[in-house]
């Protein structure tokens, strides 16, 4: 072979060699990728990492976390089932009890709140209107009974402040004297709105008295709610950020409510009837409880912050609960994510 390669010309030994493949195996992807500096991979991984860190230390994030936590859309949906198959006929029964102008300053806090207009109008007065047969129909043993049944929309409201604050679970004895006490002012809070809109009545000057006034009183009902809810443990002036926080959201949540409310309970009164009033409420009340658990949530972010903010929603106050009281739970130990609003964790927490 020797010989026979060495009687070939020059020429072609030459042409031979420069065809043959190359023996070294081409670098792979992988190995091309190692070519790039291991410095900008670094450099981009701790920027990330940065930024990351410095958004999760922003107040906004924290409320969105604290929320997610809390599963705000499962539970806020469960609060207002049970708003609406108690706290409705409460309201209803209660008001049948009490005298005409009472009963009419409810009617109209209610209305003015959900928006109604037209025939939805209509059936929530003739609702009201109808004292005798409702009080006929009940009775003393039923208007007890039915506070009975609404302590059970205090109670689930009291589990979702109890959450939001990392609160450990108080004792049933506790919680159904103060949920009778936060039925009883709610109906107040209500009657009082009502009676100042009929009493201020018409007019620039007067409607703008009457928004102040009515911010006032719900800045108060909702620094007291979770202060009952709560059973004490959480001082009161930590509280009123929630309270503001909260009369805020809801005082814009009805707000907008006639532009889209009327047309709601038309459109699904057509489609299902009566049923679809029903589910023109709950959707109602499901954003107005959402709005509580935002108020909340981001009441209690604020207050627990360590910056200037802090201080001045603390009002100058350093602990947030009340001597001797439990210490709160500790937070998650992993960060929310989007399929927590949506998670139920059990009965007993609703």
């Known amino acids: 072979m020797v010989r026979r390669w060495q009687r070939w010309p020059r020429r072609l030994r030459s042409d031979f060699v420069e065809a043959a493949p190359d023996p070294t195996p081409a670098p792979s992807v992988s190995e091309s990728a190692q070519d790039v500096p ?33 599963e705000f859309i499962d539970r806020g949906i469960a609060v207002a089932g049970k708003a609406f198959l108690s706290l409705f006929p409460l309201i209803i029964v209660v008001a049948a009890f009490l005298p ?27 609702a009201f209107t109808s004292a005798d047969d409702v009080r006929k129909a009940t009775g003393a043993l039923g208007l007890i009974f039915t506070f009975f049944f609404a302590s059970s929309f205090a109670t689930a409201l009291q589990r979702a402040f109890v959450r939001v604050w990392r ?54 009902a909702w620094t007291a709610t979770p202060w009952l809810m709560l059973l004490g443990d959480v001082r009161f002036r930590a509280l009123i950020a929630t309270g503001v926080v909260t009369a805020l959201l809801i005082a814009a949540y ?3 409510a006639p532009l889209w409310m009327p047309n709601t309970i038309a459109s699904n009164q057509a489609q299902f009837g009566f049923f679809g009033v029903a589910l023109s409420l709950i959707s109602w009340l499901s954003g107005a409880t959402i709005c509580i658990l935002l108020g909340a949530s981001t009441g ?51």
């Open 38 to 70: 291991s410095g900008l991979v670094s450099t981009a991984t701790a920027t990330v990492q940065r930024v990351r860190s410095r958004v999760e230390r922003t107040l906004v994030w924290q409320i969105v976390d604290r929320m997610l936590e809390i």
């Open 100 to 126: 005409e102008a009472a009963r009419r300053a409810i009617l109209s806090t209610l209305t003015h709140r959900l928006g109604l207009t037209g025939g939805s109008l209509k059936e929530v007065r003739q």
């Open 300 to 350: 209690a972010v604020l207050v627990s912050d360590q910056g200037v903010v802090g201080r001045i929603c603390r009002l100058g106050g350093t602990s947030l609960l009340k001597e001797g009281a439990r210490p709160s739970l500790p937070p998650p130990t992993r960060p929310g994510r989007l399929a927590d609003a949506f998670k139920r964790t059990g009965l007993d927490d609703i």
């Open 254 to 256: 009805t707000a907008v």
């Open 167 to 220: 609160r450990p679970h108080g004792g049933a004895l506790l919680t159904y004297p103060r949920g009778f006490a936060w039925l009883a002012g709610y109906l107040a809070y209500m009657a009082t709105l009502g009676a100042l809109r009929e009493a201020l009545g018409s007019g620039v000057i007067r409607l703008t008295l009457f928004l102040i006034l009515a911010t006032i009183i719900s800045v108060a």
